[in-house]
Structure formats: structure tokens, C-alpha cells
């Protein structure tokens, strides 16, 4: 079983979106992540507390988020998935929000084996 398997589609939704955050502001805390992505932050809090204990991510006294390695591997695979599928769709005439709802959905149950031929096949055909 692969790690993204064994966390779950939420914890990759979890970790993906501190990436993203991070890469926009300069300290991510629990209630950005609930706005982000629109859950509550009783949910947000508990998914913190797993994905500490999983060791996904650390909390430093002011509550700020950080992905660990181990968390930024993973979050950074969902989301280079996500973004290679939203273009695909999108460049194959799917409507950009359709493409970017399917790609989400897809990010989290294609295999690892299959998103590389995937990919490699598609980049193929654009040469």
C-alpha cells in the first residue's frame, strides 16, 4: 500500500492545501486551511491534531503549520497530479471549473503507475 492510500483523500485535501497556502502566505494556521477549503474549524483542528501525530506536518507555538518532508512529498505529488489533470482537461476542451472538480477527484484515486503512463502518453501526443 502506498503512503497516499493509507492517509486518505481528506488528508491529501488537508496537506495539499497548506502547500498551496503556503506558497501564498507566509504563515498558515487551522483557520486559513477551514477557509480555504470551506470546512469547519472543529474539523480542520481535529485533521491538525491527526496529521501531527502522523507526523505530516508540525505546530510551532503560534499555532503556525508547517508540512514536514514526509507531508510536503505527498501534498506536492496530489497537487502536481491535480494541476497535470486540470490542464489535460482543460486542453482537450473541458470547461476549466469541470476540469478542476473531475481533477480533484481523480488526483486521489489514480495509482502512481497509471498517472505516469498517463502522463507520459499524453506528452507524447503534444510533441
Known amino acids: 500500500m502506498k503512503l497516499e492510500e493509507s492517509i486518505g483523500e481528506s488528508m491529501e485535501d488537508y496537506l495539499e492545501s497548506i502547500l498551496v497556502l503556503s506558497q501564498c502566505i507566509d504563515r ?3 483557520v486559513d486551511v477551514a477557509s480555504y477549503l470551506g470546512f469547519s474549524k472543529p474539523s480542520v483542528s481535529h485533521a491538525v491534531k491527526l496529521m501531527v501525530n502522523q507526523e505530516l506536518i508540525s505546530l510551532n507555538e503560534n499555532k503556525i503549520i508547517t508540512l514536514t518532508e514526509k507531508g510536503r512529498a505527498i501534498a506536492q505529488e496530489t497537487y502536481n497530479r491535480h494541476l497535470f489533470f486540470t490542464d489535460m482537461l482543460t ?10 472538480e473531475d481533477a480533484c477527484r ?22
Open 91 to 100: 486542453a482537450i476542451g473541458v470547461p476549466k471549473e469541470v476540469a478542476q
Open 106 to 127: 481523480i488526483e486521489h484515486v489514480i495509482s502512481k503507475e497509471s498517472f505516469e503512463a498517463i502522463k507520459n502518453y499524453y506528452k507524447k501526443t503534444q510533441e
Open 28 to 30: 498558515v494556521r487551522s
